[in-house]
């Protein structure tokens, strides 16, 4: 759950030349919209460690309501 309308995954996925704050332009920088506190790769560090698995976000998709 993204606070904000991430274009990208991660700091890597960036352009060169991308305009814009990276923990705006990134999912896995941006906090968890019900505990501001932890961002999203905390979130997937914590599955990772519960479960042992290793775990990637590759895709995302983003639905908006409201509209």
């Not at 309308?5 to 923990?23: H, I, L, R, T, Y």
Request: glycine share 6%; charged share 30%; with cysteine.
């Amino acid at each position: 759950m993204a606070a904000t309308n991430p274009q990208f995954v991660a700091p890597e996925d960036v352009p060169e030349g991308a305009e814009g704050d990276p923990k705006e332009l990134c999912l896995l920088l941006q906090p968890f919209v019900r505990d501001e506190s932890v961002s999203i790769q905390d979130m997937v560090n914590e599955a990772i460690r519960k479960t042992g698995e290793n775990i990637r976000v590759r895709r995302f998709a983003r639905f908006e309501l409201g509209r």
